[in-house]
């Protein structure tokens, strides 16, 4: 009997650690397609990981994990839930216009 619950307590234990890990991974918002997405984000189905890919692609990529709350259907609080899950890798600078910096010639 105790050999059961030894047996038992090692497989809870295991499926435990697992569910741990699934729950740890993370997504670059940045690079990530629709499907990875909803996957990863907690309340985040497919429609809304179309929308987080539609907007990345309208207005390039994500500076924070808080430009995420700009995207159509995501809130605050989806945000928040999921900070830990959520990386934007390091984004390339804006690129600045030609005439940045320029002097008019007079």
Same mark, same amino acid.
């Given at each position: 009997?105790?050999?059961?619950?030894? %047996?038992?307590?090692? %497989?809870?234990? &295991?499926?435990?650690?697992?569910? /741990?890990?699934? #729950?740890?991974?993370?997504?670059?918002?940045?690079?990530?397609? #629709?499907?990875?997405?909803?996957?990863?984000? &907690?309340? %985040?189905?497919?429609?809304?990981?179309?929308?987080?890919?539609?907007?990345? #692609?309208?207005?390039?990529?994500?500076? $924070?994990?808080?430009?995420?709350?700009e995207v159509k259907g995501i809130g605050l609080a989806t945000v928040e839930r999921n900070r830990d899950?959520?990386?934007?890798?390091?984004?390339?600078?804006?690129? #600045? $216009?030609?005439?940045? /910096? %320029? &002097?008019?010639?007079?």
């Amino acid at each position: 009997m105790n050999g059961i619950r030894i %047996v038992f307590a090692s %497989v809870l234990l &295991s499926l435990l650690m697992l569910g /741990g890990a699934a #729950a740890s991974e993370k997504v670059n918002i940045n690079t990530a397609d #629709a499907e990875t997405l909803s996957r990863v984000l &907690s309340n %985040v189905g497919p429609a809304k990981a179309d929308e987080i890919v539609a907007h990345r #692609a309208a207005n390039g990529p994500f500076r $924070s994990v808080d430009e995420l709350a700009e995207v159509k259907g995501i809130g605050l609080a989806t945000v928040e839930r999921n900070r830990d899950r959520i990386e934007t890798g390091t984004p390339a600078p804006r690129r #600045a $216009s030609a005439t940045a /910096g %320029v &002097s008019p010639q007079r």
